[in-house]
Nanobody, 115 residues
């Protein structure tokens, strides 16, 4: 099972992007959905997560700039990224933590913040 992520691209500092990820309903309904990122030469890190009841969690570096949301009808999770900085440059991965025990991943989408 693979999640389908989209929405990355090249943006100037201060710009915005919206990432989207679709998951099969049988997985989505029972998962904490999250976005991770892996900057060049660094480990993958959690950016934001959201439970089925819409409780959210963010890493400090993106608080106030990124917003994670989920659509429990369309089985999609979104990451709205505003005020982007060069240090946000990374490959972004969608994650579904199914029953908080099995992890499913998307294929990754590149976000590049550069002038």
């Amino acid at each position: 099972v693979q999640l389908q992520a989209s929405g990355g691209g090249l943006v100037q500092p201060g710009g915005s992007l919206r990432l989207s990820c679709a998951a099969p309903g049988s997985i989505f309904r029972l998962s904490i959905m999250g976005w991770y990122r892996q900057p060049p030469g660094n480990q993958r890190e959690l950016v934001a997560s959201i439970t089925d009841s819409h409780t959210t969690n963010y890493t400090d570096a993106v608080k106030g700039r990124f917003t994670i949301t989920r659509d429990n009808v369309r089985n999609r999770v979104y990451l709205q990224m505003n005020s982007l900085k060069p240090e946000d440059t990374a490959v972004y991965y969608c994650n579904a933590a199914w029953r908080n025990s099995v992890n499913y991943w998307g294929q990754g989408t590149q976000v590049t913040v550069s002038s």
